[in-house]
């Protein structure tokens, strides 16, 4: 990735809010050479999407679950797709992935409202995927409790030099 592409995502990385002004003026570029680039970020997919990340408390967000699973070995396409929506129609389900580890080939991130909330949306899934999921662990995080030493922030990405992607 070139230097100054990858300077301007650190910066959007900090504050994804601030004006290509703004932004030309700490890079010490033009106006339009930070549009060019911001472009060049999103249409080569490095950056997918513009959003936010909202305090989960100030939402009514109480505990953050990590789910790990072990899906079934043989899903029929009907059964993947059918697990693919079930996770997708579930607007706290934050992150689905398939994982490896801890005999599991699965992982999940969802956001509840209480207790109550996380062990309703538990059942629910259990029984609205049919089987597709054994040997199901939670570790449930309270968000109130001030354990917290690090909150989710992409920011924190800002100040590494991670992998580099490669633009054409």
Request: no cysteine; hydrophobic share 40%.
């Amino acid at each position: 990735m070139k230097e100054g592409i990858r300077r301007l995502l650190k910066e959007l990385l900090k504050d994804s809010k601030r004006s290509d002004r703004e932004l030309a003026k700490v890079l010490g570029v033009s106006q339009p050479t930070i549009t060019r680039m911001r472009h060049k970020l999103v249409e080569e997919g490095i950056i997918r999407e513009f959003t936010v990340i909202p305090d989960f408390i100030k939402l009514g967000y109480k505990i953050m679950a990590i789910t790990i699973a072990k899906a079934k070995t043989t899903l029929t396409p009907e059964e993947q797709e059918k697990a693919r929506t079930l996770v997708l129609e579930n607007p706290n389900v934050i992150f689905v992935a398939s994982a490896n580890g801890m005999g599991r080939n699965g992982v999940m991130i969802s956001l509840h409202r209480n207790y109550s909330d996380f062990v309703r949306f538990m059942s629910d899934l259990k029984s609205e995927s049919m089987g597709y999921m054994e040997n199901v662990d939670n570790m449930l995080i309270s968000l109130m409790s001030g354990d917290v030493v690090k909150p989710l922030s992409l920011s924190y990405l800002a100040g590494q030099d991670g992998p580099q992607a490669e633009t054409r």
